[in-house]
C-alpha cells in the first residue's frame, strides 16, 4: 500500500489503547518517499483536535494533514455550537465523514482517541475507505502487522497508567524494530480527565529485544 | 474581514474539480502514449537552517531545459513579505507563479489587518492551495522567515504536505547537501557559522549533482531586517567571452575584381508634377 502512496508517506506504526482513567496513543516519526528515503526523521503524526481529542494519521501525509485541518475546524465549531466539548465519537465521525466522502481521491486512515464526560477514555479506527469502529485498543499503520500477536498476547483490559505505558512502549519498538518505514522516535500522549501528558522516547532509550 | 485568500472566497470541505478533469485529459493522452506532467526536480539545490538569531536561506543559480543549462543566474530565492523569503524547487514556472500569489495575497492581507503576515499562514496557505491541485503543480519550497513567535522553517511538499525543521535541502542535489547539513548542524549557531555551513551545503550539491551548479545565493533573514547577498559565491569556473563579433573592413581578403558595365537604352520618359507644398 505504501508504494502507492504518492509524495510523502507516513509508512507508520500507530497505536491507541484505553486503560483505568484514560487513553494513551503513540506512534512513531517517520516519513518516507517511494520506501526507500526516509524525508523525516522528526514528523508529528500525534494531532490534537480538541482539548482531549487526539488522532494518529497514516496513509499520505499531505491528505492526512488536509483532514485534519478540516476536522479541527468542523469540530471545533461544533463544540462552540453545542457549548460543550465535543464526544470523541463526534471527532471520529467528523473524520469519517471526511474520509467516506471522498474515498476516491483520499488515501489516509486514523486512530482517534480520548476522553469525554459521557463514556471517558474511548478509542475509535477509522479506515481507509470510511469504516467507523469503536475498540478498547487498537493498532495501525504498516507496522502494526508485525505486533498484532504481541497486542493480542499482551493487553488487559483495566490496566493502570504505568502498566499501559509499558505496553504501548514495547509495541512501538518492536514494530519499528521489523519495519523499514517505521522509525525515528515513539511518541505518547496520555490522556485522562485531569488533562494531556506528552512524553517523547529517543531511539536509543526504547526497550531493547532479541538480537538488538 | 481580511481574509488571505484576496481572489477567491474559500469554500469549506474538499473541492476535486480538478481530479476529475486530470483523469479525463489523461484518458485523452492516452491513446497518443502521452502522460500527465509529473512533478520534475529539475536540477537545484536548495537549503536553510534555523540559528540563533535567524533563519538562512541558499539556493544554487543554475536554471536546465533538459540537458541544456537555460539560465546561469537564476534567482531561486523568492521574495514572500518583508519577513518570509522562500526558496522554490521543481518545475521552475510553478514556484515562481506559486511564491507571486503568495506574496500578493499576503501583501494585501497586511495592508487589510495591519499586521506582519506570520510564517504558519504563508505555510498554511501554500498547503491549501497544493493539496487541492493534487500534486499537478510541482513546486517543493522551503519557506523561511522571522515573526512574532520566533525563527521557522518549513518544508511544504508538491502534494501539500508540511513540516517544521530546524535544517533542510531539497532539489535533485539535496541529498548531497543534508549530508554536509546531519554532520555540522548544531541548534543555536552564530551567523557567520551558519552562513558558512549553507554555503557548504550547497556547494556540496553543486559539485555532486548535475543538474546544479553555477553561483550560490544566501538570504539572510533577522529580526533587524533581510539580507539578500546574490551572489554570495561566484563559481570557480567562468569562461571568457567576447561577445562582440563585428568584423572591421579587410578581414576577409580580396583576391580578384572583375566590373562589368551594364548598357542600358532609354525607352520612354514620362514626367509627373506633383504638388509638394
Not at chain 1, 487498537?138 to 498484532?148: L, P
Not at chain 2, 508538491?158 to 549530508?179: E, F, K, Q, R, W
Not at chain 2, 533573514?221 to 571568457?240: A, H, L, N
Not at chain 2, 537604352?265 to 508634377?273: I, L, P, S, Y
Request: hydrophobic fraction near 35%; aromatic fraction near 6%; glycine fraction near 10%.
Amino acid at each position: 500500500m505504501d508504494s502507492q502512496i504518492k509524495g510523502v508517506s507516513t509508512g507508520t506504526t500507530i497505536l491507541a489503547v484505553t486503560f483505568n482513567g484514560g487513553v494513551i496513543i503513540g506512534s512513531d516519526s517517520r516519513a518516507s518517499i517511494g520506501g526507500s528515503y526516509v524525508s523525516s526523521k522528526t514528523i508529528n503524526k500525534l494531532i490534537q483536535v480538541h482539548d482531549r481529542i487526539f488522532c494518529c494519521i497514516a496513509g499520505s501525509l499531505a491528505d492526512a494533514q488536509a483532514v485534519t485541518k478540516a476536522a479541527k475546524f468542523q469540530i471545533s465549531f461544533h463544540s462552540i455550537q453545542m457549548e460543550s466539548p465535543p464526544l470523541v465519537k463526534a471527532a471520529a465521525s467528523v473524520l469519517k465523514e471526511l474520509c467516506y466522502n471522498n474515498k476516491e481521491e483520499l488515501q489516509a486512515g486514523f486512530i482517534t482517541a480520548g476522553w469525554d464526560r459521557k463514556k471517558g477514555p474511548q478509542v475509535y479506527t477509522v479506515a481507509l475507505g470510511g469504516m467507523l469502529l469503536s475498540q478498547p485498543f487498537t493498532i495501525g499503520g504498516s507496522g502494526s502487522t508485525y505486533i498484532y500477536g504481541y497486542a493480542d498476547a499482551k493487553y488487559k483490559p483495566d490496566m493502570s497508567k504505568e502498566e499501559c505505558l509499558q505496553f504501548a512502549t514495547n509495541a512501538l519498538a518492536l514494530a519499528m524494530g521489523r519495519d523499514n518505514v517505521s522509525g525515528g522516535v515513539a511518541h505518547l500522549v496520555v490522556i485522562t480527565e485531569e488533562g494531556v501528558e506528552h512524553m517523547v522516547i529517543p531511539g536509543d532509550k526504547l526497550p531493547k529485544f532479541h538480537d538488538e | 474581514m481580511a481574509l488571505s485568500n484576496v481572489l477567491e472566497i474559500p469554500t469549506s470541505g474538499f473541492n476535486f474539480e480538478n481530479v476529475a478533469r486530470n483523469v479525463a485529459l489523461e484518458g485523452l493522452l492516452e491513446g497518443g502514449h502521452t502522460k500527465t506532467p509529473k512533478p520534475m526536480k529539475t536540477g537545484t539545490t536548495i537549503a536553510g537552517l534555523v540559528c540563533k538569531e535567524g533563519v538562512v536561506l541558499g539556493a544554487d543559480t543554475r536554471a536546465t531545459s533538459g540537458e541544456v543549462v537555460a539560465d546561469k543566474m537564476c534567482a531561486k530565492i523568492h521574495y514572500i513579505s518583508p519577513n518570509i523569503y522562500c526558496c522554490g524547487a521543481g518545475t521552475a514556472a510553478d514556484t515562481e507563479k506559486t511564491t507571486d500569489l503568495l506574496s500578493s495575497n499576503l501583501t494585501i492581507f497586511s495592508m487589510d489587518s495591519g499586521r506582519n503576515p506570520r510564517v504558519v499562514m504563508a505555510v498554511n496557505i501554500l498547503q491549501d492551495m497544493l493539496f487541492r491541485y493534487r500534486g499537478q503543480i510541482g513546486a517543493s519550497l522551503i519557506l523561511g522567515g522571522v515573526d512574532c513567535n520566533g525563527n521557522h522553517l518549513y518544508t511544504v511538499g508538491p502534494y501539500g504536505s508540511i513540516d517544521n525543521v530546524p535544517y533542510l535541502a531539497m532539489g535533485s542535489g539535496d541529498l548531497a547537501a543534508l549530508g554536509i547539513l546531519e554532520d555540522r548542524f548544531k541548534p543555536n549557531m552564530e551567523m557567520e557559522e551558519a552562513k558558512e555551513l549553507v554555503r557548504d551545503a550547497i556547494h556540496s550539491g553543486i559539485m555532486s549533482d548535475l543538474g546544479s551548479g553555477n553561483n550560490i545565493d544566501i538570504c539572510v533573514i533577522t529580526k533587524q531586517g533581510v539580507d539578500y547577498i546574490r551572489p554570495y559565491q561566484e563559481s570557480e569556473y567562468k569562461d571568457k567571452r567576447q561577445k562582440r563579433y563585428k568584423y572591421g573592413p579587410g578581414t576577409t581578403s580580396i583576391l580578384t575584381e572583375k566590373i562589368i558595365p551594364l548598357e542600358l537604352e532609354v525607352v520612354q520618359e514620362t514626367v509627373q508634377r506633383m504638388d509638394t507644398a
